[in-house]
């Protein structure tokens, strides 16, 4: 049995005193166990945490025990490891990088559409010319996977997200599904959607990996980048192909990495051969890079712990 638990969510809701609340929520981590990242704002709170399975089911009781998170939609997936080595509380603007600040989800948002009921609508995507699936995620989160006849956006980081829609109003008078890794950008996209006069629009109820988990991935081509030390996972159990190609040599490889010099930092699709040759590196001139990282096979670096202290700025020092 896979003992370690990734836990993906997200609430909007109230939360006053964010730096009080921040100091708790830190607390309540380290009593777990837990590593993540966490934001915490004045809208609400989202993370991706990992830690043994009892811990973060204490963690998740523990949310849901307050009125104001009684509704999060926890995404649980289980692993061989944790998926992060450190802990991160933060309190920021959003609780994710917008510039829809003035969106408040629980006011407006796209309608939810579940797991099973975007699986049928999926199977019949080819003939449906009235229905548009929108993914709202960057380039480099689409490029290694996406939905069947999905319509993606170029986009570097998803405040871009705004200044992209003036390239939809020939879509306006479709059904618009959007969709991303864990629901919480869909959130703000499908109500902006709204607000720019698109009529008819949904979202994927807990996101890619809510789908993969309840509806087995169907038609999800690829696979899904997620931010923490696994970069990609599997969510397609039934019908999976490889999507992405190598960006040194051009054939098929969903073996997504991080450029190996620390300057670069690429999020690119490079296979094993490739890999090898370049170090790490997606180019000859990144290879022979003054700050060019060890590469051990995998495409990710781990952030040197340089005196790590989980307690560190918490309530109680150990």
């Known amino acids: ?24 929520h830190h607390q309540l981590c380290l009593d ?20 043994v399975r009892e811990d973060c089911e204490k963690y998740m009781q523990t949310l849901k025990s307050e009125k104001r998170f009684e509704n999060i939609d926890f995404k649980i997936e289980y692993t061989e490891k944790p998926a992060f080595q450190k802990l991160y509380v933060r309190v920021k603007d959003e609780i994710v990088h917008s510039s829809l600040s003035h969106i408040n989800p629980n006011e407006k948002t796209g309608k939810y559409i579940e797991p099973q009921q975007f699986k049928e609508i999926l199977k019949d995507i080819d003939k449906n010319e009235d229905v548009l699936i929108l993914d709202v995620r960057s380039n480099y989160e689409h490029n290694v996977g996406k939905f069947k006849n999905a319509l993606t956006l170029d986009i570097e980081n998803f405040r871009d997200f705004p200044e ?22 869909c959130e703000k996209a499908s109500a902006y ?15 890619i990996i809510k789908y993969g988990i309840e509806a ?3 038609n999800f081509e690829g696979k899904c980048y ?10 397609n159990s039934v019908n999976p192909i490889i999507k992405s190609t190598c960006f040194v040599c051009g ?7 991080n450029c190996a010099n620390a300057e670069c930092n690429e999020h690119v699709p490079i296979c094993e051969k490739c890999g090898w040759e370049l170090e ?9 890079h003054p700050k060019k990282r060890p590469y051990n096979g995998t495409g990710y670096y781990q952030k040197e712990l340089n005196g790590y202290d989980p307690h560190q700025n918490s309530l109680r020092k150990k």
């Not at 997620?226 to 969510?235: G, I, L």
């Not at 054939?251 to 990495?257: H, P, Y």
Request: hydrophobic residues 30%; glycine residues 10%; contains cysteine.
């Open 280 to 288: 790490g590196a997606c180019s000859k001139t990144c290879q022979n």
């Open 32 to 51: 777990l166990n837990l590593r993540g990242r966490i934001i915490i704002a004045n809208e609400g709170l989202n993370g991706t945490i990992s830690g």
């Open 251 to 257: 054939i098929t490889s969903d073996r997504m990495v």
């Open 164 to 185: 992209k829609v003036k390239e939809l109003e020939n879509y306006k008078h479709k059904k618009i599904i959007t969709y991303c890794t864990g629901g919480i950008k």
């Open 216 to 218: 087995g991935g169907e």
């Open 193 to 207: 959607l709204l607000e720019k006069g698109f009529e008819d629009v949904y979202q994927l109820h807990g996101g």
């Open 226 to 235: 997620v931010f923490d030390e696994r970069v990609v996972v599997d969510v």
């Open 1 to 24: 049995m896979k003992s370690y638990s990734v836990l993906l969510y997200y609430c909007y809701t109230k939360i006053e005193k964010t730096e009080d609340f921040r100091n708790q």
